[in-house]
T-cell receptor, first 114, second 111 residues
Framework: KNQVEQSPQSLIILEGKNCTLQ??????????LRWYKQDTGRGPVSLTI?????NTKSNGRYTATLDADTKQSSLHITASQLSDSASYIC?????????????FGRGTQLTVWP | EADIYQTPRYLVIGTGKKITLECSQT?????MYWYQQDPGMELHLIHY???????EKGDLSSESTVSRIRTEHFPLTLESARPSHTSQYLC??????????FGPGTRLTVL
């Protein structure tokens, strides 16, 4: 069964600190993996997208890694800011259909305290 | 500016009412999607469309219906709303080679 599991479920850190969010997946055949940021009451916004051949990608203070062999990904946030408080969702796409089916994790709820 | 819009953003209605959630995108995307998301849970695909006059049901069974008469417009309708329909509804669109762009969502509460 194709699944995406994220950990931790929630995380609280102090402003300025770094953190790492984890994503494990069993989706096959794999096409790409994306990390989205979803603010409360808003739609998800894409942070990074990685294909099979990419093992790291950065977007400002966000750095995503991908290990396609172990089917694991991480999202590292550097020097956190209050505006980083949001849910971070790992999304994996398969290439088994023309739809490019997306599988969503439940997200990690990050809270940054001043 | 290319974007994806949803209206209303918030809706509180009584049981039995008919409602339509609007979704429009100005990016010229052929594929559009409706997702349902409960608090703290993953997004579930309830409808999708490959293009005009094409609509399909997603993974999560839903009593809602959709239509795609124009490329840019993908409304979702509930003929008779019930409290179990209370949720957040997210619309998204994509085209070949691009990522999925999400709208801001409609938070529906049925009393």
């Amino acid at each position: 069964k194709n699944q995406v599991e994220q950990s931790p479920q929630s995380l609280i850190i102090l402003e300025g600190k770094n953190c790492t969010l984890q994503c494990n997946y069993t989706v096959s055949p794999f096409s790409n993996l994306r990390w989205y940021k979803q603010d409360t009451g808003r739609g998800p916004v894409s942070l990074t997208i990685m294909t099979f051949s990419e093992n790291t990608k950065s977007n400002g203070r966000y750095t995503a890694t991908l290990d396609a062999d172990t089917k694991q990904s991480s999202l590292h946030i550097t020097a956190s800011q209050l505006s980083d408080s949001a849910s971070y969702i790992c999304v994996v796409s398969d290439r088994g259909s023309t739809l490019g089916r997306l599988y969503f994790g439940r997200g990690t709820q990050l809270t940054v305290w001043p | 500016e290319a974007d994806i819009y949803q209206t209303p953003r918030y809706l509180v209605i009584g049981t039995g009412k008919k409602i339509t959630l609007e979704c429009s995108q100005t990016m010229g995307h052929d594929k559009m999607y409706w997702y349902q998301q409960d608090p703290g849970m993953e997004l579930h695909l309830i409808h999708y469309s490959y293009g005009v006059n094409s609509t399909e049901k997603g993974d999560l069974s839903s009593e809602s219906t959709v239509s795609r008469i124009r490329t840019e417009h993908f409304p979702l309708t509930l003929e008779s709303a019930r409290p179990s329909h209370t949720s957040q509804y997210l619309c998204a669109s994509t085209s070949l080679g691009s990522e999925q762009f999400f709208g801001p969502g409609t938070r529906l509460t049925v009393l």
